[in-house]
């Protein structure tokens, strides 16, 4: 059965460039795209001529924007699947409960929305429904294009939670792609018995999911360095380094990702992650 790719969409250039990520992997992959907005002030009105806003009109202004946007797709792409849906409601609450395996395969979304700091889709609430939705999250940064996957990046804290995080990423992308499995530690002596325990890990992923092109990524915490003295910014570092495509993040109550989160320096990972994150299912 086709794949269905649920994408909410705010119209902002945010959003426009998840689209964008969105129909490229849809392409490649023989994916379908259902368009999804949540009404919000802007998007509910027209305003007329003399920049009033215009409340009596049946049709709002987002069924027309999100008409107009299946369309534009549809004139490039006409073997492209596309279908549409506006609604009321807050996104945080109304796409977890659309977002089902029922229904949709997983969720593509940007990091950030109209603006920066103000949307619906900031990188907080991209964040919000990753906890709740019970399909993955792909959480796409507004810098981001896409490109082949040849090489992904797993977060690791050997968790059993990081396994089913792997084979929910394959179910959807495949197999023809690198592993990097990634650990960021506080203590150098430890590095070689972290080494042996991602060895583990590495014969579990080969085993259940089949994936054999693996490697491994250890890294420490630089308290001398000042770019570098954070689990995130050391994260970073080894995906600009290994030229990481994707990062996956487990989705569980004591993940490393859980973690580090909760410390305000973390939060830059997530509001600017440097690629697209893969969340798992809740």
């Known amino acids: 059965m086709k794949k269905n790719i649920l994408l909410p969409v705010d119209f902002s250039a945010h959003s426009n460039n998840a689209v964008n990520y969105a129909v490229d992997l849809a392409l490649e992959k023989g994916y379908s795209i259902h368009l999804y907005h949540n009404y919000t ?27 107009n946007l299946a369309e534009s797709i549809k004139l490039k792409h ?62 796409i940064p507004t810098e981001a294009s896409f490109t082949p996957i040849d090489k992904v990046g797993l977060l690791s804290n050997f968790k059993e939670e990081e396994v089913q995080t792997v084979q929910d990423f394959v179910n959807i992308i495949g197999k023809d792609f690198e592993l990097k499995l990634m650990h960021v530690h506080y203590d150098h002596s ?14 579990k992923i080969k085993k259940y999911i089949g994936v054999t092109n693996i490697a491994i990524e250890v890294d420490s ?20 380094e290994e030229k990481i495509k994707i990062l996956l ?20 990972l997530f509001s600017h992650p440097l690629v697209p994150i893969f969340f798992t299912k809740a």
Request: proline share 4%.
């Open 78 to 139: 006409p073997t492209l699947e596309i279908t549409t849906q506006c609604e009321r409601g807050m996104i945080t609450e109304t796409l977890p409960e659309l977002a089902t395996p029922s229904r949709f395969d997983f969720v593509i979304m940007g990091t950030k929305g109209i603006t920066n700091d103000d949307s619906q889709l900031i990188g907080s609430t991209t964040y919000v429904i990753s906890k709740k939705a019970k399909i993955p999250v792909l959480a």
């Open 221 to 240: 915490i630089q308290g001398d360095i000042e770019d570098l003295d954070t689990v995130p910014e050391v994260i970073n570092e080894m995906i600009h």
């Open 41 to 67: 002030s802007a998007s509910a009105v027209f305003e007329d001529e003399n920049g009033r806003n215009e409340t009596n009109s049946p049709t709002f202004k987002a069924d027309i924007l999100i008409k």
């Open 249 to 268: 993040v487990t989705r569980s109550r004591k993940s490393f990702f859980e973690r580090v989160f909760t410390r305000s320096v973390a939060k830059a």
């Open 190 to 203: 430890s590095e070689n018995r972290i080494e042996d325990k991602l060895e583990v890990w590495k014969y």
